[in-house]
């Protein structure tokens, strides 16, 4: 169902049992360890972070929803063909809600969560993928999406992007994880390793270096031709997996894919 322009419901959600929900879509996982299967896409909006690369603007830096309940949610998701369910955003956990709905969900449905590391749950997750965020992609005038002006931001994202205890949990919560970082080039390398490193210092779980994916920094298909291969590259020699990016390869930029 495309929500992505239904704005004429209230900016607020008085009664406290609704999530605002972006988009909400069936498509093929895109990105990491599950990509290539059939996936259905619950997209909240809004977000503690402001990556300038956000390839989700308008769940973060100009968030636009429909509110819709939980119980709503799951019969849309229920109409839907695939097994596979992915709650993303925005950052869906900042949303109390978002644990409402895996609940509801889990009895039916592999739930992956697509999360920025920076909070916790205690819901039912199959898959946590795990995507923290590095020093590269912090806003600055130069580099914030077009007319946009990162004001507070650029302090408040690079206050924020990393949070060791909730990295430590979220790796140990779920039957499994995935830590997929966005590169923007070999100057990233140094912080991944130090912060894999940081993470493995903390977790009782094991991380092998096979969960740990780099994933190209791309928005676009012509964005992609210039990244993928370099942190291709990067991945194999520095022993970690890369991921590529399907939806983009295969459908572009465009919505609800
Ligand atoms: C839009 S985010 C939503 C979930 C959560 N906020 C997060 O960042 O993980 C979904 C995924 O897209 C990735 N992503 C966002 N913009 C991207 C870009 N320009 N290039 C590559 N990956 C990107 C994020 O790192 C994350 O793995
Ligand atoms: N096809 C597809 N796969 C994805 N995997 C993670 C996505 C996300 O935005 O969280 C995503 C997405 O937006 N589309
Ligand atoms: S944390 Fe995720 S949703 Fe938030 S700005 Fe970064 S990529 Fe976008
Ligand atoms: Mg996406």
């Avoid at 503690?48 to 973060?60: A, Q």
């Avoid at 999360?115 to 965020?133: C, F, Q, Y």
Wanted: aromatic share 6%.
């Amino acid at each position: 169902m495309p929500v992505s322009d239904s704005v004429s419901r209230p900016d607020s959600d008085a009664d406290g049992d609704r999530l605002p929900v972006n988009e909400l879509f069936a498509s093929l996982q895109g990105e990491g360890k599950l990509a290539g299967v059939p996936s259905t896409f619950v997209r909240t909006s809004g977000c503690n972070l402001r990556c300038w690369f956000c390839d989700s603007y308008h769940t973060s830096w100009e968030p636009t929803h429909a509110w819709m309940t939980v119980e709503d949610i799951v019969a849309e998701v229920g109409e839907l063909a695939p097994s596979h369910v992915v709650v993303t955003g925005g950052e869906p956990l900042i949303h109390e809600e978002t644990n409402a709905l895996l609940s509801e969900l889990a009895d039916d449905y592999h739930l992956t969560v697509e999360t920025n590391g920076t909070l916790e749950t205690d819901a039912p997750v199959d898959l946590a993928s795990i995507s923290p965020k590095l020093a590269s992609s912090t806003p600055t005038p130069e580099n914030a999406p077009e007319g946009t002006d990162p004001g507070v931001w650029t302090d408040k994202h690079e206050a924020d992007r990393i949070d060791l205890e909730s990295l430590s949990s979220l790796v140990e919560h779920a039957d499994d994880f995935q830590l997929k970082f966005v590169v923007t080039g070999r100057d990233d390398m140094p912080e991944i390793e130090a912060l894999v490193s940081e993470v493995r210092g903390v977790t009782a779980r094991e991380i092998h270096d096979t969960d740990v994916l780099l994933m190209p920094e791309g928005q676009t298909r012509d964005a992609l031709e210039g990244s993928r291969t370099a942190v291709a590259d990067l991945a194999a020699e520095f022993g970690y997996r890369y991921t590529p990016r399907l939806h983009v390869d295969l459908w572009n930029d465009a919505p609800e894919t």
